[in-house]
Structures are given as C-alpha cells and as structure tokens.
C-alpha cells in the first residue's frame, strides 16, 4: 500500500485527508529551500540571470516593481562606462560600427599568407574536442591550449595581437581575456528536433562578447548568424519589453525562464527594430558581437559543417573596473579551456554537476 502510494503522481490524491498532508509537505519544503536567500540576494550583484533558479530574480512581484530593468540599466550603465575607458585602442571605424550596430565584422582581417597557413593548419590537423547536440545541431569545440598555440605559431600571433586584444576588450567592456576554441557547427547530420539556436534570442540581461574568425566560407544557406542591428541598445522600447518579459517569464519557454529570452522575429518592429543581418561572408572575416542583442543561427536547407575560431567573454557585469581579473594572466589565461573541462569531467565523475560536453575523440573541425 505505501509503496504503491509513493509511486502515484502528485495530482492523484485519494483523500482530502492525504491532500492535506501532502500540502503539508510541499510548503515545508518549500520554506525550507528559503535557507538559500541570502546566496539568491548575494546573485543580485553577480551576472546571475535566471529567473527559474532564483525566486528573488524571478519574483513577479519584485520585476513588477522594476528590479529585472533596474538590474538591467544597471549592467548596460557600467558597460558603457567601461567602454569609454577601452575606446582609445580601437580604430574609429570599429568603434562607431559597434555603437551603431552591436557587431564589428572586418573582412580579410588576417593577411592572405597568414591566415592560409593558418587555416591550413587547423583544418588538416586531428584534434581532441568535446561535442555537445541541441537539436539537430552538433557543436564540437576543441579548447586552444599550449600545445595548440605551440604547434601553430600563427594562431598564438593572433590571439596575442594588441588590436585584436583591444576590439574584444571593447565589445566585451573587460579587458579578461577571452575563452578560445576551434569551434565547428556541425548541422542537420544528425537526427533531433529543432536547434534552440535558431531562435532570436539575447544570451544574457548584460553586454557580453562572442567573436568569431570563420576558417570556411559560410554561405546563405548554411545556417549564418544572424544578428539584429541595434539591438544591443537598451532603448524606451526595449525597456518596455523586458519589464513586460520579467512579470510572464514563468509563462515562457524553458530557455528564456533561465534568462535567454527569446523573441519573435514579429516583434522586432514593435521594438524599432529591423530584421536581422545574415552573417553569409567568407572565410577570414571577423565578427563581434554583444550578446545581450538579439542574435541566432540562421536557417540552413542542407547539411552543412562550418568551421571557425570563436571565443566568448562573459564576466560579472556590476564591475566599475576593466582589469583586475587574475584568470586573465597569460599563464593561466592560456589554460582555463583545457582545465575548465578537465575540471567539469571530475565534478560530472563525483556526480556534482552534469557536464555536457562528451569527449568527441579526435577529429578534424571539418569532419561530420
Ligand atoms: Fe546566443
């Protein structure tokens, strides 16, 4: 009878009596997860983000008092303040197409020998990676470390490369240094349902950077980003639309209640906003953009596998200062891809936490 009773589900309650218990029993728990608050509240200042995780970031009541925009404002305030302290470095023209449009995209950014060896060299090679399916998208990501930067001499001169350095330190409003790897999108080889990518969607309430050197062609029909110009901006409209997003969210779709939300392409008029730019451009073009716009894997019609040197930046955005991030010393800078997964493995071991990322063996970034 009891094991039976354990196994029913929690709409099926036989009694009144057993449904008082149980309610008992839920509120309990439920105050009981309350001996987290002052870490929820701590999060406050941190670039937590999740409105299903945090009941003090998710509160209705609280968003509809203004704190998911104050938090906002806030975030973008501090950004720009940053910005204007890294803008020295980076050329004019870089500087404005950011400001205007949320992304720099520089064509042929490398010389023509340079980044044919490079290329090259990273596309003939067999590497370690880690893989990760969403969808019917395959990422697989092999860490830049001190064997790859040792191995090919020109991909440590572009990533060390003052101009380069001061483009990300400006996207990102940090100068850490960004996370690398030799990244290949692998899509529509494998069976799954619709890639959560493909949907418009901001990755965080904060400026953050992802940046891009493609080591193929990425043609219109193979799944491009895409990025809505603008959209990094934090406009009246926009603004009415994360007040508007934080009172639903628990409404929403499982990717937007952890903080990514999610936006139809309908919408974009009604924030001012035109449609997104497909980023369809050949190899050895460079592209930045701020996360906090709105952004996406584009369509693709056929199978397809890019390949790219991609890095991301996110760091907690309440921070009056640029620097001051001992992660970001050359030494250990050049490492934490390798040790960030190596680490992950031992947690996911000791059943911690879940690492999603499977060994993907050796490969080479074109291969399916
Ligand atoms: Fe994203």
């Known amino acids: 009878m009891f094991l039976s009773s354990r196994h029913e589900p929690a709409h099926e309650v036989s009694s009144p009596l057993k449904a008082r218990s149980q309610g008992r029993r839920l509120s309990i728990l439920s105050l009981l997860r309350w001996w987290r608050a002052p870490l929820w509240l701590l999060a406050l200042g941190t670039g937590a983000k999740s409105f299903a995780d945090n009941p003090i970031i998710g509160s209705e009541r609280?968003?509809?008092?203004?704190?998911?925009?104050?938090?906002?404002?806030?975030?973008?305030?501090?950004?720009?303040?940053?910005?204007?302290?890294?803008a020295a470095a980076v050329p004019a023209e870089w500087r404005e197409q950011f400001n205007r449009d949320g992304y720099v995209e520089v064509r042929d950014y490398l010389p023509a020998e340079v980044f044919a060896?490079?290329?090259?060299?990273?596309?003939?090679?067999?590497?370690?990676?880690?893989?990760?399916?969403?969808?019917?998208?395959?990422?697989?990501?092999?860490?830049?470390?001190?064997?790859?930067?040792?191995?090919?001499p020109e991909l440590g001169a572009l990533l060390r490369d003052p101009k380069l350095r001061s483009l990300t330190a400006y996207v990102a409003s940090t100068r850490s240094e960004p996370l690398y790897y030799v990244q290949s999108i692998v899509s529509g080889h494998a069976q799954g349902g619709l890639d959560p990518q493909r949907e418009l969607h901001a990755d965080t309430f904060h400026p953050s950077l992802k940046a891009w050197l493609f080591l193929t062609d990425v043609t219109d029909d193979e799944g491009p980003l895409t990025y809505v110009p603008g959209s990094h901006r934090l406009t009246p409209e926009r603004l009415a639309w994360e007040q508007q997003r934080s009172v639903s969210i628990h409404d929403s779709d499982g990717l937007s209640q952890r903080g990514s939300f999610r936006i139809a392409p309908e919408e974009l008029t009604t924030l001012g906003l035109p449609q997104p730019k497909r980023f369809a451009v050949p190899a050895n073009t460079l592209v930045l953009i701020?996360?906090?716009?709105?952004?996406?894997r584009g369509s693709t019609t056929r199978p397809t596998i890019r390949a790219e040197i991609w890095g991301y930046v996110?760091?907690?955005?309440?921070?009056?200062?640029?620097g001051l991030d001992p992660l970001s010393w050359e030494p250990i800078a050049i490492r934490r891809t390798t040790w960030l997964g190596d680490m992950l493995d031992r947690l996911h071991r000791a059943g911690l936490t879940k690492h999603y990322w499977a060994s993907a063996g050796r490969k080479r970034p074109i291969d399916p």
């Open 62 to 86: 609280l968003n509809r008092r203004g704190l998911h925009v104050a938090r906002l404002k806030a975030a973008h305030h501090m950004a720009w303040a940053r910005r204007r302290r890294l």
């Open 117 to 152: 060896r490079l290329q090259g060299a990273l596309l003939n090679g067999r590497f370690e990676g880690r893989h990760q399916q969403q969808g019917d998208a395959v990422t697989r990501r092999v860490a830049i470390g001190p064997r790859l930067l040792r191995t090919i």
């Open 290 to 296: 701020d996360t906090c716009g709105f952004h996406a």
């Open 314 to 322: 996110r760091r907690t955005p309440f921070l009056p200062w640029t």
